[in-house]
């Protein structure tokens, strides 16, 4: 027995229309136009994942989801086309509250917010025209558009140190002698280090994927579906970590002739192919057939009473229409043109009670930033001289635009030299009251270096990024000052010395009035 039938067979016949009625006629025109709409609408945020789905490796399985997605639909088309439409209010209302999450989105600078947004519109507008009987029938089909967006990149860091910390432990295990430091290992035939590329995400992202669509058309029982899908999640995690393995024993056991170079890639490559193949047999050996169930053959297919009139759907939607439209309407009249943009430049700053400069250049280390901020970077130390010296470094954005801001994605956030060991929020108790930071401790060689970071956006000082996107929202929205700061002080040290956080406290509570009053003299944009 098909799918279809299967499925024909759970719906109620009061669900189920004659062909050529004017009831899904009209339904569905509505239906399509409603998405059509929403798609040359946010025309710029869909582009931006297909722009995405170009540029990265990891997320080029896009390109291939929205016409699986379409064509899962279109395998539903008999039975879909067949149901009596029963528009909903709460379609309407999610639809509502997607496009207000797409505004702020847009205005806080979070591509990734936008774009789950506006995907999730497709489905809102099929359960506000269509109803609840046309998204249990293409449930798996919406969902699966999800995976479109690019999203996975918060989970690079988790991954590396996974892969890092397998591959030391599968190295001592059968005796190799390796020294880790954080994402890079040595060992006695040469030195290693657990990139980008290496942390399985593309593997991951490619058999969820993959493992989504297997267990749809497979399997049919719920424990098996969700068996498929927690192999489709845990195999490629630790198929990558033994890659990683492998490799490194070809390159230690050849001295470093093998796997250092393209072929690198291609056995990581090869291998993956090799566990994808085997994990999906295995699946097939579980595939299901639909449960038989009785269809009648034949039936008088009779009219449900709750069956929405053609005006009532034409109705939903032009409500779809008109909700979908508010939003980048909104977002445009929240637009203004703040002049020519303002050249990069120098700030200046007074020497905070009780510490000197010791010289306006930061040699060891200059946190990367976006677009041209005006900038400020000086090497400090305490008048009495007591202590080592402390570096501070201050990007200041007058006006914040996409990828010109405060929180803006770098491939490299501490720059090319330098390896985080270990990131957290600490709290501080500063003469103002406590406040967050956020901490970093660097490693490069024998090196270290503590890094305390905080933002300043709508004259609130903290170390939250969310409460940073929020705060700039609301400035756009509502035509306040949009400038922001980020604020960074650091001290190196010597891996064997304790950090020297006390010291980095100290400056930070005779900087930051110096900090807050000289931000507040700046001019910004209107």
Same mark, same amino acid.
Request: glycine share 6%.
């Given at each position: ?18 062909? /050529?009625?004017?009831?899904?006629? &009209?339904?569905?025109? %509505?239906? =399509? !136009?409603?998405? #059509? *709409?929403? +798609? ?50 709460? /379609?309407?209302?999610?639809?509502? &509250?997607?496009?207000? %999450?797409? =505004? !702020?989105?847009? #205005? *806080?600078? +979070? ?416």
């Amino acid at each position: 027995m098909s799918v279809q039938l299967d499925q024909a067979a759970r719906l109620p016949d009061a669900a189920v229309l004659p062909h /050529g009625h004017p009831r899904r006629q &009209a339904a569905l025109a %509505a239906l =399509l !136009l409603s998405l #059509a *709409a929403i +798609v040359l609408l946010y025309h710029a945020t869909f582009w931006s994942m297909v722009e995405l789905w170009a540029r990265s490796q990891t997320f080029a399985h896009g390109f291939l989801i929205v016409p699986i997605s379409c064509w899962l639909a279109w395998r539903q088309r008999a039975r879909l086309a067949a149901l009596a439409p029963r528009p909903s209010w709460q /379609g309407l209302l999610l639809l509502g &509250a997607l496009g207000l %999450a797409w =505004l !702020l989105a847009d #205005a *806080a600078n +979070v591509p990734v917010v936008e774009q789950y947004a506006a995907t999730a519109m497709l489905p809102a507008c099929v359960l506000a025209i269509l109803g609840w009987p046309a998204v249990r029938l293409l449930a798996f089909p919406l969902a699966y558009l999800f995976l479109a967006v690019p999203f996975g990149e918060v989970f690079l860091e988790p991954l590396i140190d996974f892969t890092a910390a397998f591959t030391v432990t599968a190295l001592q295990w059968t005796g190799v002698p390796v020294f880790r430091d954080g994402s890079n290992f040595s060992l006695p035939s040469g030195n290693w280090s657990v990139v980008e590329a290496c942390s399985g995400l593309r593997y991951l992202i490619a058999a969820l994927a993959l493992g989504a669509l297997f267990a749809h058309v497979n399997c049919h029982s719920t424990r098996r579906r969700v068996a498929v899908m927690a192999a489709a999640l845990l195999v490629p995690i630790l198929a990558n970590g033994v890659r990683a393995y492998l490799i490194v024993m070809l390159g230690h056991l050849s001295d470093m002739r093998l796997a250092v170079g393209v072929d690198h890639l291609i056995y990581g490559w090869l291998f993956f192919g090799l566990v994808v193949l085997l994990l999906f047999w295995l699946a097939a050996r579980w595939r299901e057939l639909p449960p038989p169930r009785a269809v009648p053959p034949t039936q008088a297919v009779r009219l449900s009473a709750g069956a929405a009139s053609p005006r009532a759907v034409v109705r939903a939607g032009v409500t779809c229409l008109l909700l979908a439209a508010v939003w980048p309407a909104l977002a445009l009249a929240s637009q203004r043109d703040d002049g020519p943009t303002l050249p990069a430049m120098a700030l200046a700053l007074p020497d905070p009670p009780a510490w000197h400069r010791l010289h306006d250049a930061v040699a060891m280390w200059q946190a990367p930033y976006a677009g041209a901020p005006a900038r400020f970077a000086a090497t400090y130390a305490r008048q009495d001289g007591d202590g080592a010296p402390v570096g501070l470094q201050l990007h200041w954005y007058a006006r914040q635009a996409r990828d010109a801001e405060l929180l803006t994605h770098q491939a490299l956030p501490y720059g090319p030299r330098w390896t985080p060991l270990a990131q957290r929020v600490r709290h501080v108790n500063l003469a103002g009251g406590e406040l967050a930071v956020r901490e970093s401790v660097l490693a490069h060689g024998g090196e270290r270096l503590l890094v305390w970071r905080v933002y300043r956006q709508g004259g609130i000082v903290t170390a939250r990024p969310v409460l940073v996107k929020l705060l700039l929202a609301q400035a756009k929205l509502l035509g306040r000052r949009q400038d922001g700061a980020d604020i960074i002080v650091f001290a190196a040290y010597d891996e064997l010395a304790p950090p020297p956080r006390a010291r980095l406290q100290a400056f930070l509570q005779a900087a930051l009035p110096v900090i807050e009053q000289r931000l507040q003299e700046l001019p910004h944009g209107p």
